[in-house]
Each structure stands twice: as structure tokens, then as C-alpha cells.
């Protein structure tokens, strides 16, 4: 004898679940952010074989592989070295598009840093400008810290 479930059809919605969660950031991370929110300063760490100056800091060299257990405060102002328009908005995104971004390289680091670049067309954008940092005024140990970076 058969059973109805037999001849009934297997329907599968598509979902998304959202969970909320908390991440620790690190030790590095920890002081790197809580620098930008109650001094609105800038550190790396440099690695002591290579001397290289990360910025965001990390713990170990990515070339060396040694700890990098010295930190340095770079600049505030840095050189545009790479940019990109998103011209469409997503929540996932700080503000709404289209938003700017860039490859900062800051004074005394060796890498660039990826943020927002505001207060400038996008036409007057040109690889090699001065660029500086603009803190936000209620800073909470975020990136976002660091409203965004404007033309020197
Ligand atoms: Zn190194």
C-alpha cells in the first residue's frame, strides 16, 4: 500500500540566517585600534629582520615568518597608490555608494593601507596625490576610526 507521502513533491526554500557574533581582534589589532580611537594615532609593526613596516600591524612577518614585536607610529598623511569606484550600494558597505577607495601608503610604512578616500571628485583622483586622515569624532575602536582620507 503506498504511502502518500510517495508522490509528494520535495520543496526547498532558499534562506539566510543571520547570526550576530563577536570577534576578537588580537592583541595587535587590539592596540592598533585602540590607538586611532584615543590617541588618532597610526602604528605598525616592523619586523626586525627585514624592517619592513606593516601597516594595518601584524604580528608575524609575512616574508621573514619572525614575530614583528616592534611598533612604530607612521604618518597620518600617506600617497594615493591605487584607487577603485563602487557605484552601487550594498549594507555590508559603511555609507552609501558610490564610495572611493584607495591604497594608502602612509609615511614610515612599508605597505598601503585600504580605506575610504572622500572630500575629492572622483575625476581629480590621480595615483601618487597626497592624502590625509580624518578621524572621526566618536571613535569606538574600528577601522571606521578613521572617517576617511581627504586631499592634503
Ligand atoms: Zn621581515
Not at 604580528?59 to 621573514?64: A, L, M, Q, S, Y
Not at 591605487?82 to 610604512?109: C, D, N, Q, R, W
Request: net charge positive.
Amino acid at each position: 500500500m503506498a504511502d502518500w507521502k510517495d508522490n509528494v513533491e520535495n520543496i526547498v526554500y532558499p534562506g539566510r540566517i543571520k547570526v550576530p557574533y563577536k570577534w576578537y581582534v588580537g592583541e595587535v589589532g587590539s592596540r592598533f585600534l585602540t590607538g586611532l580611537r584615543d590617541k588618532k594615532e597610526i602604528w605598525g609593526t616592523k619586523c626586525p629582520n627585514c624592517s619592513k613596516v606593516y601597516v594595518p600591524p601584524v604580528k608575524n612577518c609575512g616574508e621573514c615568518f619572525v614575530l614583528t614585536d616592534q611598533w612604530v607610529k607612521v604618518e597620518d598623511t600617506g600617497t594615493l597608490e591605487s584607487f577603485t569606484v563602487v557605484s552601487y550600494s550594498h549594507e555590508m558597505m559603511p555609507t552609501k555608494a558610490p564610495i572611493i577607495y584607495g591604497l594608502i601608503k602612509l609615511g614610515g610604512a612599508d605597505g598601503a593601507i585600504m580605506h575610504i578616500i572622500d572630500d575629492v571628485k572622483k575625476e581629480d583622483l590621480k595615483v601618487g596625490m597626497k592624502l590625509k586622515a580624518v578621524f572621526a569624532d566618536k571613535r569606538e575602536g574600528t577601522i571606521l576610526d578613521i572617517k576617511h582620507f581627504s586631499p592634503v
